[in-house]
């Protein structure tokens, strides 16, 4: 599970926060407002979808923080990235079937406006790992749904291999399989946890 998802912006910091607050609108957002960091010299734009919010109050207000309704955009060695928080972190506490409906639906909705406002076009997976053990019938479902899709992916026995095993638990803080690993083109890669079958086919298409 990643925390945050970032990319590179092709435009000016004027002209990225500029797209962000237009692209926000087209894309049902509400622009709350914006905050500039003068020590760091990042801004904070406050973007949110009102559905989701009140999904979130009606089912469990508690997880309301969760939801990333910021959007930061900074420079790095000469690089303007433009990024939030991962909504994949509010789908992994939650049990509900609804709340991780929800996650789903806000990760795919961050990622495309981070994708359309930085211009920088939908992050490209460039690989898949598959981790599971022999035992787990969760995991022969998704290995057998990748063959169907005819996806390639390697597939790592956790239970056969220490190392990848302790690899995982760090990266993720699960030790449950399945647990699928994307690689992409230019950041870390990202980890779904459990066989969510509507996410990979988004990911992947």
Same mark, same amino acid.
């Given at each position: 599970?990643?925390?945050?998802?970032?990319?590179?912006?092709?435009?000016?910091?004027? @002209? *990225?926060?500029?797209?962000?607050? $237009?692209?926000?609108?087209?894309?049902?957002?509400?622009?709350?407002? @914006? *905050?500039?960091?003068?020590?760091? $010299?990042?801004?904070i734009v406050y973007v949110c979808k009102s559905r989701w919010a009140d999904a979130l109050v009606a089912e469990s207000p508690s997880l309301f923080g969760l939801l990333p309704c910021a959007v930061v955009v900074y420079e790095k060695a000469g690089k303007l990235m433009v990024g939030a928080g991962s909504p994949s972190v509010l789908g992994g506490v939650s049990d509900s079937t609804s709340i991780q409906e929800l996650a789903s639906a806000a990760e795919l909705g961050v990622r495309k406006l981070i994708d359309e406002v930085s211009g920088a076009g939908e992050l490209k997976p460039t690989g898949m790992r598959l981790y599971?053990?022999?035992?787990?019938?969760y995991c022969r479902m998704e290995k057998s749904w990748l063959d169907s899709k005819k996806i390639k992916y390697d597939l790592v026995y956790v239970d056969d291999d220490q190392a990848e095993a302790e690899r995982l638990v760090a990266r993720t803080?699960?030790?449950?399989?399945?647990?699928?690993?994307?690689?992409?083109?230019?950041?870390?890669?990202?980890?779904?946890?459990?066989f969510d079958q509507a996410k990979l086919a988004k990911l992947l298409a």
């Open positions: 599970m990643n925390l945050s998802y970032f990319r590179r912006s092709s435009f000016s910091m004027d @002209e *990225t926060i500029k797209r962000l607050k $237009g692209k926000a609108i087209t894309e049902g957002f509400s622009v709350l407002g @914006e *905050t500039a960091l003068p020590d760091s $010299g990042a801004k599971s053990t022999k035992s787990c019938p803080g699960q030790m449950g399989v399945p647990v699928t690993e994307i690689l992409y083109e230019d950041q870390d890669s990202e980890f779904i946890l459990g």
